[in-house]
């Protein structure tokens, strides 16, 4: 692939100076409530030109006064920005210019008070983000600050989106009390978490701003951190600014007059914001209608334009990733971890580099790509003949690629949808069109998994297996790593086996993840030396650290050809930043590397066999066989103990569709937006760090969007499930609507990955058919083959932690374990009884309290040191804590069981 044309690069870095314009509309909210220094006069002149004037008994003032304050702030970041030349400027007619009415920071700063065609792309932009209706809208625009929290627009602390959401529409169900608000700093892994209001958001106007003006200041130096070579390339740069502004407003609430709730993010509101502004702009722009006579349209205040079905909603979806991820051949299991990784990785490769082709030839920026997350993305686009037929074209590109790499088991379905402005309204009562919009959104895109590969359709692709056994070498056969591609080259490695370039793009690809130096990927349209083999759509694909410091790609970024520079590193602690410079992609997994045993993690990898166990480096990752040793420990005499095994971990959140559809009681395409970023980041960004801080045997196979698939060391594995649900509620604010289901497969670690997965698979499934004992379906976890709720899970992993400290004081033996087992069942047979009427106990089941009374009286009699008295509060004791148990679960009583006894075989 060549770089874009003179034409469709000189509209896409036009249209991104749309999209900035929209993107920075709301600067201002930022910079007047960090008390940016200002001249008083100067300041007095841009409230009377932006912002909307009232008066009442001889009062005159000004509302919405950060759009002043936008104007005032652009001009103290400007030079920061891409620097324009001559036409560079279009399609506004200056720059920073505030006495040239379409220069681009007026376009941005009168939002409130729109005159020109350009600013009303702008403010309808703004309002259809927002949802507003009409008559709302006049209301709020007329409308001073303060919000329904009973704080104003310094005080206020975003409220957690998650917290009212009712799967249940009945508003006696809907939550009016927020407890938990966002505390207003950098995006880290702390800070996806909200907290409680109380002891944080106060009253106190000089604290909250001076916390303002410390993450303006970060925010403006962060800037100085993009490459200055990338100013020159538009899209480039805008999408590093895309990820300095998440990093630093993810948690500033976007909007805090007439008595809202300050529930959105101002991140979520910009880009939602700049999607649709560039997008009107452009349609506009293709049908040559942005004179006066659009204006006029744009500006009727009974807004009988926003009938006009000007959007066009993309949507793509990555299937068949189960297969990408676990096609095997002879040498997939002793390369299975690395390999696990590089597919993994791919797969968002894939997803990303097929929203970069749709944005490439729709001339769009980056900013037009709302969502991107667990293989699916959603571009906002105008809806005209040219965006319908490069759309087309695309697919055309998309499929044949798939056909030639996945042969027809994976691809990239796209499917579209027209939507005017009003689709996006979000009405007080009544019917809520954005829930409409985003059923139609779901449905099309399931009609458009039915039309795989277009094989069917009227312009299916061209054959591509023609030349299959041409390509075919007799002499290395078929691909060792995927089982179905012909070999042809030697696999990476040096130790025998033949590959196909894609399989060995994949080892490569999960051997960069383990080097620190290598977390920047770059995506060009041409190779720029050390690119991966198979290009990705007709994009380049090339690990790189920070070259970029002494300039090596700054001609490239100038040039066009680098079309996008992604830092993928997972953040260096818990409160860092998460920006460096570049723009984010959470496309990143923890894997565990070798590093240095000391002597006793030697010991347990000596068990293994050669070909089993990785090269033994320091940055080589581990191989599936030693992760598999890691729960293993030493005994009083330095021998061996626990087993040697994997969970493989598998779980998504429940009902993801109905939360989308019918969670929110007023959505919006920002809330919408929020939700998924939200729920991505705690799977993409948490899920990761907190693998590699405290679960270091981890692999994050996949982990984004609302699922998320790993493979540890079982009893850690079993551990990270229970911290996983822990926080996730935290996430939700406590929301016992939003939850998600899981399942564990214990296995040894050489069987087959595939294998593996679908016993996961199969666990998860089993999960989710779980109904609790109060109705409510789902939010489970099956581990052992036992399907229990969340709460009694961990109840379960506690009693075994209780049997832990016990076992020094008593004599529980192997054998008095194991019979627990026996009475769990029978207490199960007595639990299914009172469910289900149809169920006859057997009669000997009513005895097992009796025979557990009795096996552990012998058992305390046979245990030294104990007098009586130390007997019957020990009897007590048990009874509680064991009898109790199999009392309340019945046979999953053994998931307690099992994690003891595994943990002390011999």
């Given amino acids: 692939m060549t770089s874009p044309a003179k034409d469709d690069t000189a509209l896409q ?110 403010a309808t932009a703004d309002r259809v983000a927002s949802g507003f209706e009409r008559e709302t809208f006049e209301q709020y625009n007329q409308a001073d600050e303060g919000t329904r929290t009973g704080k104003n627009h310094y005080t206020a602390r975003q409220l957690a989106l998650f917290e009212p959401i009712r799967m249940d529409e009945r508003p006696a169900n809907r939550r009016e009390e927020w407890r938990k608000r966002y505390p207003l700093n950098p995006l880290s892994p702390d800070a996806l978490f909200p907290v409680e209001a109380q002891g944080y958001e106060g009253n106190d106007q000089q604290a909250a701003q001076a916390e303002y003006a410390h993450l303006w200041e970060d925010f403006t130096k962060s800037l100085d951190g993009i490459p200055p070579s990338h100013r020159a390339n538009w899209p480039l740069w805008l999408d590093h600014l895309d990820a300095a502004w998440a990093c630093y407003t993810h948690a500033i609430p976007a909007a805090t007059a007439f008595g809202v709730r300050p ?55 990555l299937f068949g990733i189960q297969d990408f991820i676990f096609a095997t051949g002879g040498e997939t299991q002793r390369r299975a971890a690395k390999l696990l990784r590089g597919r993994s990785f791919y797969i968002a490769l894939l997803t990303e580099c097929a929203a970069l082709r749709i944005l490439d030839a729709l001339a769009l920026p980056p900013t037009s790509q709302v969502i991107n997350a667990a293989g699916k993305f959603l571009i906002v686009a105008p809806n005209t003949e040219r965006t319908l037929e490069r759309l087309a074209q695309v697919q055309r590109e998309l499929d044949p690629w798939f056909l030639e790499h ?26 809520q069109p954005f829930r409409r919009l985003i059923k139609s959104l779901f449905e099309s895109l399931q009609t458009a998994k039915t039309r795989r590969l277009s094989l069917c359709g009227d312009d299916p692709p061209a054959p591509v297996f023609t030349d299959f056994l041409d390509r075919f070498d007799p002499e290395m056969g078929v691909c060792d790593l995927d089982g179905r591609s012909p070999a042809t080259e030697p696999l990476v490695g040096g130790d025998g086996g033949f590959a196909c370039a894609l399989s060995n793009d994949q080892i490569d690809i999960g051997g960069q993840l383990t080097r620190r130096d290598r977390s920047r990927v770059l995506i060009s349209t041409e190779s720029l030396g050390g690119s991966l083999r198979v290009p990705v759509f007709g994009y380049h694909v090339q690990f790189t650290g920070d070259e970029e410091q002494s300039g090596r790609f700054g001609r490239v970024a100038a040039s066009g050809l680098l079309r996008r520079a992604w830092d993928f590193a997972l953040p260096e602690a818990a409160d860092a930043p998460l920006f460096r410079g570049y723009a984010r992609r959470y496309i990143d ?65 429940d009902d993801l569709g109905r939360l989308f559809e019918r969670g929110l009681e007023r959505p919006t395409f920002a809330k919408m937006a929020g939700l998924s970023r939200q729920l991505n980041a705690f799977f993409a960004v948490w899920l990761p760090w907190i693998c590699r801080e405290r679960y270091p045997s981890t692999y994050t196979v996949f982990a984004g969007g609302d699922d998320f698939y790993l493979i540890g060391p079982w ?60 109705g409510r379906p789902k939010n489970a976890v099956t581990c052992f083959g036992h399907t229990v709720g969340w709460e009694a899970f961990v109840e379960l992993a506690g009693i075994a932690r209780e049997l832990e400290l016990m076992r020094d004081s008593l004599n529980l033996s192997t054998g008095y374990l194991y019979g627990l087992q026996y009475l769990a069942d029978m207490a199960e047979d007595l639990r299914r009884a009172k469910l289900s009427p149809s169920h006859s106990p057997r009669l000997e089941s009513a005895l097992w309290p009796s025979r557990f009374a009795y096996r552990t009286w012998r058992m305390l009699e046979s245990s030294r040191g104990l007098d009586l008295e130390a007997r019957k509060r020990w009897q007590r004791t048990l009874g509680e804590l064991l009898g109790g148990g199999i009392r309340r679960h019945g046979s999953a009583f053994k998931i307690a069981l099992f994690i003891h006894l595994y943990q002390h075989r011999r």
């Fill in 406 to 431: 996945a042969y027809g088991q994976s691809g990239i379905g796209i499917a579209s949808l027209p939507a005017s402005c009003n689709d996006f309204v979000s009405r007080e009562t009544g019917e």
């Fill in 13 to 122: 870095d036009a249209t991104c100076r749309m999209a900035l314009a929209a993107y920075l509309h709301d600067l201002g909210k930022f910079a007047e409530r960090a008390r940016l220094a200002t001249d008083d006069s100067k300041r007095e002149l841009h409230e009377q030109m932006y912002c909307p004037r009232r008066e009442d008994k001889g009062r005159v003032w000004h509302t919405h006064k950060h759009a002043a304050y936008t104007v005032l702030a652009w001009d103290l970041i400007e030079r920061r920005f891409p620097e324009l030349v001559g036409d560079d400027v279009s399609p506004f007619a200056a720059w920073g210019a505030t006495d040239v009415d379409d220069s681009m920071v007026n376009a941005a700063g009168r939002h409130h008070l729109p005159d020109t065609f350009l600013q009303w792309i702008v």
């Fill in 715 to 774: 009893r850690s594995t079993i551990a990270l499930a229970a911290e996983m649900r822990a926080k996730f509620a935290e996430l939700v604010a406590d929301n016992p609507d939003i939850h998600f289901s899981a399942g564990l497969s214990m296995t040894k670690g050489g069987l087959p990955i595939r294998q593996m997965g679908q016993l996961a698979e199969d666990q998860l499934e089993a999960a989710k058919l779980h109904v609790s004992a109060e």
């Fill in 589 to 653: 997994a923890y894997i565990p590397s070798y590093g240095t045993p000391n002597e006793w993690e030697r010991q347990k990898y000596d068990r293994l066999d050669a070909d089993e166990r990785c090269d033994g480096r320091a940055d080589s990752a581990k191989t599936l066989n030693e992760i598999a040793c890691d729960d293993l420990y030493p005994d009083a005499d330095g021998c061996v103990q626990g087993t040697e095994a994997l969970i493989t971990l598998k779980g998504d959140v």
């Fill in 263 to 317: 529930e959105v993010s101002l991140y979520d509101h910009s880009r939602t914001t700049a999607a649709l502004a560039a997008a009107l702009w452009r349609y506009h722009h293709e049908l040559g209608d942005t004179g006066e006579e659009a204006r006029k349209r744009l500006a009727d205040p009974a807004r009988a334009d926003w009938d006009a079905q000007k959007l066009l909603l993309i949507q793509g979806d």
